[in-house]
């Protein structure tokens, strides 16, 4: 099992900066990647980004691309998403996710499914103001 703890949510204006953090415990010789993902009141859930547990690689979805930056920090197996220039339409609930081994078998465009990850965040609130 693999534990998941999100933090840094927040308020800001348009244009401003938050700085997530997910902190993993548990079984994490077990991840594979960590995504993260966000859930608009009234919209379905999307994929923002994924790192692979190496922190070799990283893949952004293209409308924060620019913007958004993951990282994993390996010494205490946390994963960060750094978001800048934040717009409204950014607000939502952030949600990290764990990937197991399995998805060594997959491409990296697959990690933008939420079904392939078994383990999630209880998510933390972004909002940001016009």
């Known amino acids: 099992q693999v534990q998941l703890v999100e933090s840094g949510g927040g308020s800001v204006q348009a244009g401003g900066s938050l700085r997530l953090s997910c902190a993993a415990s548990?079984?994490?010789?077990?991840?594979?990647?960590m995504g993260w993902f966000r859930q608009a009141p009234g919209k379905d859930r999307e994929f923002v980004a994924a790192?692979?547990?190496?922190?070799?690689?990283?893949y952004v979805v293209d409308s924060v691309k620019g913007r958004f930056t993951i990282s994993r920090n390996t010494a205490e197996n946390t994963v960060v998403l750094q978001m800048n220039s934040l717009q409204p339409e950014d607000t939502a609930v952030y949600y990290c996710?764990?990937?197991?081994?399995?998805?060594?078998?997959?491409?990296?465009?697959?990690?933008?499914?939420?079904?392939?990850?078994?383990?999630w965040g209880q998510g933390t609130q972004v909002t940001v103001s016009s």
């Open positions: 790192v692979r547990w190496t922190g070799r690689s990283t």
């Open positions: 996710a764990a990937g197991p081994q399995e998805l060594r078998a997959y491409s990296a465009v697959d990690y933008r499914w939420g079904t392939k990850y078994p383990y």
């Open positions: 548990g079984d994490t010789f077990s991840i594979y990647v």
